[in-house]
Nanobody
Framework: QVQLVESGGGLVQAGGSLRLSCAAS????????MGWFRQAPGKEREFVGGISRSGDSTYYVDSVKGRFTISRDVAKNTVYLEMNSLKPEDTAVYYC????????????WGQGTQVTVSS
């Protein structure tokens, strides 16, 4: 099994940037399709974007396209979420998750990291 730990959250002004990290242990990230999710207060958890097991493909929800970028460092066994041009509506707890295949549910989750964007 894989264990996931997010870091990099914090408080940033609107228009600013943050980079979240998701460090994996127990298994190599190359074994999983990875996703980033977020949950704002009073709202359901929302898919933000993902990266394929091969690392060749990334995909994003429309609201973050052009602002967020997912990448990974195989040597560090870490996935990143680079967030630029942040907006107050991006405020949420951000989670990374892993699934063994694209037709399976995300079965492994980190504990989350808080991102707060002030206006």
């Amino acid at each position: 099994q894989v264990q996931l730990v997010e870091s990099g959250g914090g408080l940033v002004q609107a228009g600013g940037s943050l980079r979240l990290s998701c460090a994996a242990s127990g298994r190599t990230l190359s074994s999983y399709n990875m996703g980033w999710f977020r949950q704002a207060p009073g709202k359901e958890r929302e898919f933000v974007g993902g990266i394929s097991r091969s690392g060749d493909s990334t995909y994003y929800v429309d609201s973050v396209k052009g602002r967020f970028t997912i990448s990974r460092d195989v040597a560090k066994n870490t996935v990143y979420l680079e967030m630029n041009s942040l907006k107050p509506e991006d405020t949420a707890v951000y989670y990374c998750a892993a699934r063994a295949a694209i037709d399976l549910a995300y079965g492994y989750w980190g504990q989350g990291t808080q991102v707060t964007v002030s206006s």
